[in-house]
């Protein structure tokens, strides 16, 4: 497939979306059909990846405010918590949504990997890659923080065009790239004008044709069965950058619809790995109602997110995805 650009690589999702995929795993397969986007980008029916509340008025968004306390005393050991915080609620006003718990927990992790990775603040570009991002949030975190980076968005075909059509409305500009081949990777990091690429999740192995300097996974790859959770670790690996980081933040256990069992301390992690951060995720382990007593702690740790940072050991590159031009 050439590489197809903005409206095309939309089109292409959209006549996709209900294609069968071989990176479903039985917990896909089960929701899959329980929503549906139309042309305009907007989701109808239920979207197990998270909702989107459309309650903006100053009531609400004053209660959320206040809600939201204890999430902002968490951004205090980050630098650039502010900087992050202004930037989620550009991304939900452009969304036109309200700023919620799920969109600051997205802050605070930029947040915390902008005061691990010194290379995020000191590059003027390079690429970064969201594996499952509901709705492109943290993709157009990472954009507006990061405008020179690209982010390569990967994620189930009806998921994907969601995450693109939102990631759209909330970015800094850029065209949008929808790949299929290592050629059309080389070919979209070559691009000026592109800074987001698509990526279907069967079509993931392209990925390792581009510099990925950082790789993120927030709570989407516990819904993944074990050989795609593997396949994924193997071309971040080999993705052509000297260094990868790696960050991923999910259940320590959970089972899915056919009784696989997908546990956290089980992926392929590798001892050549250098962990910077490896501990219960303060930020997702914390929920809020509007009910007293308003905040609740999970309190069964297997079912609280852990969260890891670690810089992966590499492979080599298969030779089919070197490239002089992303060198």
Known sequence: MTLLIDDDAVAALATAADVPEASRSSYWEQHMASFNVDDAGDLHGSNPAGTVSRKTGPLYTAAHWVLQWPYRCMGRDFPTFSECQQLGRLVA???????????????????LL?????????????????????????????????PRRKVILVNLTKVLLLDVMFARRSGPGGCVALVSSAEDMRAAVARDDVGLIAVRADDAPSIAAAPVDLAINIVSMQEMDPPVIAGYFDVLRAAVAPETAFYRCNKLSKTLPDSTEVRFHDYPWRAGDRILVDEFSPWNGLVYSA?????????????????????LEKDPAPDVFKSSAIA
């Open 291 to 311: 009910r007293p007593p308003f905040w609740h702690v999970a309190k069964d740790k297997a079912r609280t997110a852990w969260h890891r940072l670690a810089w």
């Open 93 to 111: 006003r452009r969304q036109g949504r309200q700023f919620t718990g799920d969109m600051i927990r997205q802050v605070l992790t930029l947040a």
């Open 114 to 146: 902008r005061h691990r990775l010194d290379h995020l603040e000191s590059a003027d570009d390079g690429v970064s890659c969201v594996i499952g991002d509901g709705y492109g949030v943290m993709s157009a975190l990472l954009r507006l923080a990061f």
